[in-house]
């Protein structure tokens, strides 16, 4: 079997529309390959949502080495304001466009690529697992956490796992990730009564608990940051009444807060510390505040070690480059995988993820591919 063209194999998966939940060919493509190299493959599906599971090598092996990744992705958007065809998958000055170009259709191309390519040429005493999803841009509910729970099942276990997430701000190597800060989003509704503006004290005016609850929170300092995190931080993304009257008190208004924590807190505490301020504000105003809390993702760790030694040595090998271990950035399926075996993050740079005109240049797939093919050898070394 030849050696795989990573850049190639990125054009076909950004040539499958997958935006979220349609599979649109991806899987299927990766499928072929994989079995072709004589992986085990099997289809994960749930909830309408396709993933792939495929081992290479014996099951339940002690040095079992896990790749982890999603083929599908965000919407579009505008497609009169793309360049290239969002799909198409166009080279220009050695530039490859397309929607999923850095998120994150090449990691995926470049992590098979280096597995396919190093089970046909060594000998390995241990097994590689990829786990794909389709699911890691919406709401992650039947993804990676259907391919754990599969493999729960099936008594199957990697002994570390690489999520091929772009990771890197601006130049190749710069960043790796060894752990996520946690999420979560909190939507409150006051409710007063309705009345004339003319007349506040025949109406209970919503607008001034809103007003108040919010102030507490933008002017709250969560914490000043931990060992491993950056402060945590708390952002009002949006406060409605829909009132476009001037003279009226609205009976209703909403607000909605989205957290990002660090290891200080758990969104269980954080939820403790909403509710109570939300019935401190009820008490001093005397209006009714309902609030629904989600907890997308806790705040985790990979304590630095053999594992982001290993990756970080093939990533100064390879660029040149001393990746900085962070926890910074948003959330990753990582926050699943972490509860299943040690857990970093290495990719791409990611400027341009979820942008008009994503694109990724050819040269990085190949780098990338490189990376993971050293990474590899070194475990199984």
Known sequence: MPKIDAAALTADLIKCPSVTPEEGGALVRLEALLSKAGFECQRVDRGG?????????EKGHAKTFGFNGHTDVVPVGDEAAWTKPPFGAVVENGIMYGRGATDMKSGVAAFAAAAVDLVQETPLE????????????????????????????????????LVGEPTCPNEMGEMMKIGRRGS????????????????????????????????????????????????????????????????????ECKATVNIRFNDAHSGSSLSDWIEKLVKETEVATGI?????????????????????????????????????????????????????????????????MHQVDENVPVAQIHQLKDIYTRILKDYFA
């Open 49 to 57: 949502i396709s993933n792939l599971f495929a081992r290479w090598g």
């Open 126 to 161: 241990g097994a590689i697992i990829l786990t794909i999803t389709g699911d890691e841009e919406a709401d992650a509910l039947h993804g990676t956490t259907a391919l754990l729970d599969y493999m729960d099942a099936e008594q199957e276990k990697m002994s570390v796992c």
């Open 184 to 251: 979560m989003t909190a939507w409150f509704t006051f409710k007063g009564i309705q009345g004339h503006s003319a007349y506040p004290h025949r109406a209970k005016n919503p607008l001034n608990a809103m007003a108040q609850l919010m102030n507490t929170f933008a002017t709250h300092e969560l914490d000043q940051g931990t060992e491993h995190f950056d402060a945590s931080t708390l952002a009002i993304v949006t406060m409605d009444a829909g009132n476009p009257a001037t003279n009226v008190i609205p009976a």
């Open 288 to 352: 009714e505040i309902d609030v629904d809390i989600k907890i997308s993702g806790e705040s985790f760790i990979t304590p630095p070690g053999a594992l982001s030694d290993m990756v970080a040595k093939a990533v100064v090998a390879e660029t040149g480059v001393t990746p900085e271990l962070s926890t910074s950035g948003g959330t990753s399926d990582a926050r699943f995988v972490q509860h299943h075996c040690p857990v970093v993050e290495f990719g791409l740079v990611g400027k341009s």
